[in-house]
């Protein structure tokens, strides 16, 4: 399985942007999927995550209410909805896929991985 992350930018404080994540094999709609992120000098974190059915999502803290994930099977792409955004959020973000039956906040439960996809959030 390979991973595309694309949709990062520049952006204002309190304004959107929309991640895509490609994936290329068919077996996309089996693997749980998630995004995480990555700011200077801190560690990788978990930001949100969904099932192969979409019928369970999870959201870290600090993103929940402002993003929204979702994925389409049928168009191989998971989806980082970010809206409110502050300099907080800035960071490079990964997409992630994994075998695991729900979703998980660990990093190291994810098989692939995206190439990351850096936001900026300006003050």
């Known amino acids: 399985v390979q991973l595309q992350a694309s949709g990062g930018g520049l952006v204002q404080a309190g304004g959107s942007l929309r991640l895509s994540c490609a994936a290329s094999a068919r077996t996309r709609s089996f693997y749980t999927m998630a995004w995480f992120r990555q700011a200077p000098g801190k560690e990788r974190e978990f930001v949100a995550g969904?099932?192969?059915?979409?019928?369970?999502?999870y959201y870290a803290d600090s993103v929940k209410g402002r993003f929204t994930i979702s994925r389409d099977n049928a168009k191989n792409t998971l989806y980082l909805q970010m809206n409110s955004l502050t300099p907080e959020d800035t960071a490079v973000y990964y997409c992630?896929?994994?075998?695991?039956?729900?979703?998980?906040?660990?990093?190291?439960?994810?098989?692939?991985w995206g190439q990351g996809t850096l936001v900026t959030v300006s003050s």
């Open positions: 969904i099932t192969w059915s979409s019928t369970s999502t």
């Open positions: 992630a896929a994994g075998r695991t039956i729900g979703v998980t906040t660990s990093a190291t439960q994810y098989d692939y």
